[in-house]
């Protein structure tokens, strides 16, 4: 089955710096890369995705960008703000399938200091 | 639209006791799931359900069952607790045909 790896687990910033989170995953097939956000207590909800046949995606502060030859796609935020302090999680999934599971990553708390 | 919604929110258990985490959305989706988040480990499925009368076991099924009788619900339930089964647990819908999964808020589930 699909394995996300992702780091770092923990990032600490200044406001204003920039962070940039990082994951692999091991099965060619999957396509669909989402990045959640979930503040203390909450549910994760999703703040950007991207697809195999793009190589990055930007909304606002947020860029996602995608490796398919190495396996590989990164979270970026730029400006960071103490209200982007949170866990991050990336996930990654064949769409396609009939069986579609969404496999995630183990998170990386993001701190955003003042 | 009330999106997804579980029930409880927080729940004390003994050890072999049973009980059963509900979720319901009202949103029509096909696609449900069961995660459940422990520290440092990411939110690993449970279960998941590609529509009513049909579901399929996850990363970490062993000691729940779900059933899905309608397209609304999708139950999980707790046989017998264990301390290992501490956890929140969050129920997660889709629509056919997008990717996108909406989390419900969670229910937080200590088993002593």
């Known amino acids: 089955g699909e394995n996300v790896e992702q780091h770092p687990s923990t990032l600490s910033v200044q406001e204003g710096d920039s962070a940039v989170i990082k994951c692999t995953y091991s099965d060619s097939a999957s396509n669909y890369f989402p990045w959640y956000k979930q503040e203390l207590g909450k549910r994760p909800q999703l703040i950007i995705d991207i697809r195999s046949n793009v190589g990055e995606k930007k909304d606002q502060r947020i860029a996602v960008t995608l490796n398919k030859t190495a396996k590989h796609f990164s979270l970026h935020i730029t400006e960071t703000q103490p209200e982007d302090s949170a866990v991050y999680f990336c996930?990654?999934?064949?769409?396609?399938?009939?069986?579609?599971?969404?496999?995630f990553g183990k998170g990386t708390l993001l701190t955003v200091n003042p | 639209n009330a999106g997804v919604t579980q029930t409880p929110k927080f729940q004390v258990l003994k050890t072999g006791q049973s009980m059963t985490l509900q979720c319901a959305q009202d949103m029509n989706h096909e696609y449900m799931s069961w995660y459940r988040q422990d520290p440092g480990m990411g939110l690993r499925l449970i279960h998941y359900s590609v529509g009513a009368g049909i579901t399929d076991q996850g990363e970490v099924p062993n000691g729940y069952n779900v059933s899905r009788s309608t397209t609304e619900d999708f139950p999980l339930r707790l046989l017998s607790a264990a301390p290992s089964q501490t956890s929140v647990y969050f129920c997660?819908?889709?629509?056919?045909?997008?990717?996108?999964?909406?989390f419900g808020p969670g229910t937080r589930l200590l088993v002593l």
């Open positions: 997660a819908s889709r629509p056919t045909g997008r990717e996108t999964q909406y």
């Open positions: 996930a990654a999934s064949n769409s396609g399938g009939s069986n579609y599971k969404l496999t």
